[in-house]
């Protein structure tokens, strides 16, 4: 602006006008001519914020900051984010929430974990659930999932128009070629009817998987699955209009390869679940 003006008033009425002290302006002067000691790292906070679909907050940029070399801590990261006016956007997680208890429907399994959420070997334990989100057709899509306690992986995850036996066997379809059937692991549900259903059990007894389920109506009993729910709704779901059922599946599917190949997490070292799983195995 100093100089926009420059060019319409004397020098020295300019400053009185702008009460601008002179050894201001020329101390201004100087740092405007400086070379910007931030510049590499702020086109490094821009391309990694804008690859994160706007979803990483300055935690996570700065992981991804020293991963790159860099040596700002968090908090410079943060005002520089602040500056550069990069804000993640926050969508509220808030939805219809699916109850899919019927009362005792079948034999509902012994709670193993009893909220001991400590895995750190990939594939030993597991989580499912089964969530909603309402389409814009007027309709609910139901997304079924299992994930990985220890590396936070999406192992299967599949949409329908109903929460039927059908989606809950296709889910069970994706992991089965995943799972040691010699080691027994551990798949945790609530106590959901679709859970308690003989053909469902069979199933699990065959692969050689151990069933858990959480206490009736205590959803901190399955606090991992829950908490990837509230992490795809909140980074992903909210922030879309979706039209039917193949508009969500597509939109599930690109999210969750970026989630499982890029999405670091405190809990899992700094990692994206598939580098956790994979580091993890090598050991």
């Not at 020295?12 to 910007?36: F, G, S, V």
């Not at 609910?140 to 599949?158: P, Q, R």
């Not at 889910?171 to 692991?185: G, M």
């Not at 053909?199 to 692969?207: G, I, T």
Request: glycine residues 4%; hydrophobic residues 35%; proline residues 3%.
């Amino acid at each position: 602006m100093f100089l926009k003006l420059r060019s319409k008033y004397a020098f020295k009425t300019l400053l009185i006008k702008l009460k601008l002290p002179r050894a201001t302006y020329y101390d201004r002067l100087k740092r405007a001519k400086k070379p910007d000691k931030y510049c590499k790292v702020k086109q490094f906070i821009r391309k990694t914020f804008l690859r994160s679909g706007k979803r990483y907050g300055y935690r996570r940029i700065h992981q991804e900051a020293v991963e790159a070399g860099f040596t700002f801590c968090e908090e410079t990261i943060r005002k520089i984010m602040t500056v550069m006016g990069l804000k993640v956007t926050l969508y509220s997680k808030h939805t219809g929430r699916y109850n899919s208890y019927r009362g005792s429907v079948g034999k509902v399994a012994p709670n193993l974990l009893n909220q001991t959420f400590d895995a750190t070997k990939p594939l030993t334990v597991m989580h499912t659930d089964i969530t909603q989100v309402s389409l814009t057709n007027g309709k609910w899509g139901y997304i079924s999932v299992i994930t990985d306690e220890a590396s936070k992986e999406v192992l299967a995850i599949l949409a329908s128009y109903s929460p039927n036996k059908k989606l809950i066997k296709k889910t069970l379809d994706k992991v089965e070629k995943r799972i040691d059937r010699t080691f027994k692991p551990i798949l945790h549900s609530d106590q959901g009817w679709q859970y308690q259903v003989s053909d469902y059990q069979d199933r699990l007894k065959k692969l050689g998987i151990i069933q858990s389920m959480s206490r009736k109506g205590n959803c901190h009993d399955n606090a991992p699955v829950e908490s990837f729910f509230s992490i795809l709704k909140r980074e992903c779901l909210k922030r879309y209009q979706i039209k039917n059922i193949t508009e969500l599946r597509e939109i599930l599917a690109s999210y969750i390869k970026w989630y499982n190949n890029k999405r670091i997490s405190m809990e899992t070292e700094g990692l994206s679940p598939v580098a956790y799983r994979i580091k993890a195995l090598s050991v």
